[in-house]
């Protein structure tokens, strides 16, 4: 880890429950508790490539919900290497196209690592009087647009399975943001993602509630009521009565690995809270298992993230196979 500012270095981990708790299921209680029980079901059913470009593919996915049809288009950027190549996979906020300008793809492809963006807005809109892939499923228990995000990022995997040229071996999972937040609650469920990354995720992602500083449960929920639970806002003022907090979340991750991303300046998603959160799940991970940088600046998702991250996963993933480099 490179030298941390002096802030961080002073910080001490508040009182947190146990990391982890004997006699209960920590992601059933982050399921009750804040993201909502994710239903099972959706099935890819069609995949139509819609262009094709050296190492650029477009496609349109169907995938089938027991009330209805979703469809997304995917963006996806493959390195040519000999073998079969990992994939990231990856929601974008502002649309698929806008990617190709402010994500590194090809800095990324030349680590080895092929990139499958989607637009977030089309598995489940960020909008509390709407709703995506949550009104194909029938009324059950109730679940977030966190959760439903997450769901998407597992349903890129399955989309991801059926390309040539990729492998699902390896395969990481990265967010930004709220998207960082879904990114960490579809590590933890879905065991495919050998390396879950979140970048700023803040509030109800890496940082803990417990740390004060940046936005809290009042706040989330008063802006985001639609992104959890109901239920999660009567825990607003009241951080130290909630069951969780979100050390557990990255420790229920191992050993698969976890890379936290921190932006100095991004004081709204406490970054200190963040790191306070990487330092309380280490014991749970083998050595080097968890990574974790803060980089000078503010709230974005920028190019020395991606690399880092990407940097990480192929340092830490010994047993998956290793991404070759790009070739020609
Ligand atoms: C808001 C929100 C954060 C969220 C962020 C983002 O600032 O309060 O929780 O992470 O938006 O997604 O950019």
Not at 84 to 107: H, M, N, Q, R
Not at 197 to 226: M, Q, W, Y
Not at 297 to 304: F, I, P, Q, S
Not at 311 to 319: A, D, H, L, N
């Amino acid at each position: 880890m490179a030298q941390l500012p002096e802030a961080w270095r002073r910080a001490t981990v508040p009182d947190l429950p146990p990391l982890q708790p004997t006699g209960t299921d920590v992601l059933d209680t982050f399921a009750r508790t804040i993201y909502g029980r994710t239903p099972t079901g959706g099935h890819l059913t069609d995949l139509e490539l819609l262009s094709e470009e050296p190492g650029v593919l477009r496609h349109r996915a169907r995938i089938s919900c027991p009330l209805g049809d979703l469809e997304f288009d995917t963006l996806l950027h493959r390195p040519s290497a000999a073998g079969p190549s990992p994939v990231i996979v990856a929601l974008s906020f502002t649309g698929i196209d806008e990617t190709v300008d402010s994500w590194p793809y090809e800095k990324v492809m030349d680590a080895g690592y092929a990139v499958l963006a989607v637009d977030y807005q089309q598995i489940e809109p960020d909008d509390p009087s709407a709703l995506g892939v949550r009104a194909l499923f029938p009324n059950g228990e109730p679940w977030g647009a966190v959760g439903a995000w997450a769901w998407g990022l597992s349903r890129c995997l399955d989309i991801a399975a059926g390309i040539q040229g990729l492998t699902t071996d390896g395969a990481i999972v990265l967010g930004h943001s709220r998207l960082g937040k879904a990114a960490l609650w579809a590590g933890a469920q879905d065991e495919r993602f050998a390396v879950t990354v979140s970048n700023d995720s803040g509030c109800c992602g890496a940082s803990l509630f417990r740390h004060p500083g940046g936005e809290d449960i009042a706040a989330i929920t008063t802006k985001f009521p639609h992104w959890f639970v109901p239920s999660f806002a009567s825990y607003a003022g009241s951080e130290d009565e909630l069951p969780v907090d979100q050390h557990q979340l990255l420790a229920s991750i191992a050993p698969r690995r976890v890379y936290v991303a921190s932006a100095e300046d991004d004081d709204w998603a406490d970054p200190i809270g963040e790191y306070l959160a990487v330092l309380a799940a280490t014991p749970a991970f083998e050595d080097g298992g968890i990574g974790y940088h803060v980089r000078p600046g503010g709230h974005a998702l920028l190019e020395e993230d991606w690399l880092q991250a990407v940097e990480f996963s192929r340092r830490t993933s010994r047993g998956w196979p290793s991404p070759g480099r790009r070739s020609g």
